[in-house]
């Protein structure tokens, strides 16, 4: 199923990109594309659910990626979904969102590359006291294996990644891209002015 929304959604981009991990890849996975049908969002959502722990009882993940198939997961699953953002670096939960000591969490992201980003949400989670359980992906890259949890994903898709110093594209003199959630800045968009209701 996932390897032909990839294909019919072309979500697997070619260039030389900047991965959220910091690391230079010539492949993204633009997941977000795979959830612009809400039917098929539903449908990840439930595969993922049929992969989860059983004794799941809350759905954490990051923003922004892990957000679409966090949610449709925790839908099918029947629990709370909670995500973590950015704050000054570090992954907080926010908007009034809390975790009980003792919950046991099961963390769903879109893409695993490093593992970095589950393994910060587990922190999060674990300081507050729940139990993070696992890792659930819609494709992992090879960061599966790093996340310090039981992980399993839709699909497994290896893809070469570079650390910058190290990158054979940058070596061709391509231009590198930012396509992800924490893209390159941008300058800031000038204010409106507010009026009142």
């Given at each position: 199923m996932i390897e032909s929304l990839l294909r019919e959604r072309r979500a697997l981009l070619s260039g030389h990109f900047l991965l959220s991990s910091g690391l230079h890849s010539g492949q993204y996975v633009q997941c977000a594309r795979l959830f612009e049908n809400s039917?098929?969002?539903?449908?990840?959502?439930?595969?993922?659910?049929?992969?989860?722990?059983?004794?799941?009882?809350?759905?954490?993940?990051?923003a922004l990626g892990g957000i679409l198939p966090g949610y449709e997961t925790a839908r099918a699953l029947g629990t709370p979904f909670l995500f973590t953002e950015r704050s000054g670096g570090e992954m907080e939960l926010r908007r009034e969102f809390r975790v009980e000591p003792g919950q046991k969490a099961l963390i769903v992201e879109d893409v695993l590359t490093t593992g970095?980003?589950?393994?910060?949400?587990?922190?999060?989670?674990?300081?507050?006291?729940?139990?993070?359980?696992?890792?659930?992906?819609?494709?992992?890259?090879?960061?599966?294996?790093?996340?310090?949890?039981?992980?399993?994903?839709?699909?497994?898709?290896?893809?070469?990644?570079?650390a910058p110093e190290n990158c054979p594209l940058c070596a061709r003199g391509l231009p590198l891209e930012k396509p992800g959630s924490r893209a390159m800045s941008a300058p800031p968009r000038p204010r409106e002015k507010e009026t009142e209701c």
């Open positions: 039917r098929d969002g539903e449908r990840i959502g439930a595969a993922l659910a049929r992969l989860a722990p059983p004794a799941a009882q809350v759905v954490v993940s990051p970095r980003s589950t393994r910060e949400v587990a922190e999060t989670v674990s300081l507050r006291g729940a139990v993070p359980i696992g890792v659930l992906s819609v494709i992992d890259r090879g960061g599966g294996k790093d996340t310090g949890l039981p992980a399993r994903s839709l699909l497994s898709l290896p893809l070469e990644t570079f």
